[in-house]
């Protein structure tokens, strides 16, 4: 069976890469080996260092497995907690959308 491979963008390949290597610089301030921090998050070493290198297809929790064992499992929800253009969007009332309301049948007497 053919596995479809994710193919990025190069700029947010650039984020993802930064992020693997936010996840290893951790690794390596705890002192962790490889081989401790996969066995941890039950993953195998060789999927510990695709993390590290920011690799696309590797799925989202497992990432957040890792993020998990070196307990930073709490940084995860920062993303898009402070939404600026989405608050500019949804003040502005760009995105609501009305309903045109709906028929009424009529009926004959």
């Given at each position: 069976m053919k596995t479809k491979k994710t193919v990025l963008l190069p700029s947010l390949q650039k984020v993802l890469n930064v992020f693997g290597e936010n996840i290893k610089l951790a690794r390596l301030r705890r002192k962790l080996s490889t081989e401790q921090l996969s066995e941890r998050a039950n993953i195998s070493?060789?999927?510990?260092?695709?993390?590290?290198?920011?690799?696309?297809?590797?799925?989202?929790?497992?990432?957040?497995?890792?993020?998990?064992?070196?307990?930073?499992?709490?940084?995860?929800?920062?993303v898009a907690s402070d939404d600026t253009l989405g608050r500019k969007l949804q003040d502005s009332e760009l995105l609501v959308k009305e309903r045109a309301p709906k028929r009424t049948s009529i009926k004959p007497e």
């Open positions: 070493r060789s999927t510990l260092w695709l993390i590290e290198k920011g690799t696309a297809g590797v799925a989202m929790g497992t990432y957040l497995q890792v993020l998990f064992v070196l307990g930073l499992e709490k940084d995860f929800l920062q």
